[in-house]
Structures are given as C-alpha cells and as structure tokens.
C-alpha cells in the first residue's frame, strides 16, 4: 500500500500563502497522477487540484473554478515530491487538505478515483 505523507499546513491569515507537499518513501511519485482534495465538517471531500503524468483530453493540469488563479500544483520528481502552493487565501479555503495518487495516466476530479491517500494536514485562514 502506499503512504502518502503530507506537510505545510497552518494558520494564515486572508491574503497571505502557504506551500502544502506531498510525498512518500520507498516510491516515486512521476508514476502516478496526483490530485489535492479538501474537506470540511460536514461536507463532502472537494476537488481542488489535479495533474496527470499524460496529458488527457482534459489537459494535464486543472483546478476547481473557486481556486483558479490562486492555487498552482507542481511536481519535483527530483525530490520525489507534489506540491500546492497556495497564494491570496480566503477563508473559505479553510479545510484539511488531503493528498491524492492513482495509477491511470490521467487525473481526475473525482476523489473515489485514487487508490492512495495521505492523512491529511490542516489548513486554517483567518479573517
């Protein structure tokens, strides 16, 4: 099974950023495509960014409309690791953060899609 292990989480206020990563031991994570969902109390775990190892009829890369502009998703396979950095964030951005990988070529928007998961690494945004 793999692990995946996430960091960067933290209070922040509105306006400012944080740098969320992703990665695990043992594995490289070029193989895979990666996703970054978030969930809330209450609700149901959102999409929030994506990026394939191919690029699909989709594009390589997306992000939920209520983050596009502020929200980028990269790789460093170097470092074997994932990335989300997050600039001018609001207070509906507040969540835990969830990490995401399958073994299709292509990313999904639709979390019951990935086989593995990190543990999630929270994120809080004052107003």
């Known amino acids: 099974q793999v692990q995946l292990v996430e960091s960067g989480g933290g209070l922040v206020q509105a306006g400012g950023s944080l740098r969320l990563s992703c990665t695990t031991s043992g594995r490289t994570l070029s193989v895979y495509s990666m996703a970054w969902f978030r969930q809330t109390p209450g609700k149901e775990r959102e999409f929030v960014a994506r990026?394939?190892?191919?690029?699909?009829?989709?594009?390589?890369?997306g992000y939920a409309d209520s983050v596009k502009g502020r929200f980028t998703i990269s790789r460093d396979n170097a470092q074997n690791m994932v990335y989300l950095q997050m600039n001018n964030l609001k207070p509906e951005d507040t969540a835990v953060y969830y990490c995401?990988?399958?073994?299709?070529?292509?990313?999904?928007?639709?979390?019951?899609?990935?086989?593995?998961w990190g543990q999630g690494t929270q994120v809080t945004v004052s107003s």
């Open positions: 995401a990988a399958r073994a299709d070529p292509y990313s999904s928007t639709d979390s019951t899609s990935y086989d593995f």
């Open positions: 990026m394939g190892k191919t690029r699909g009829p989709t594009g390589l890369i």
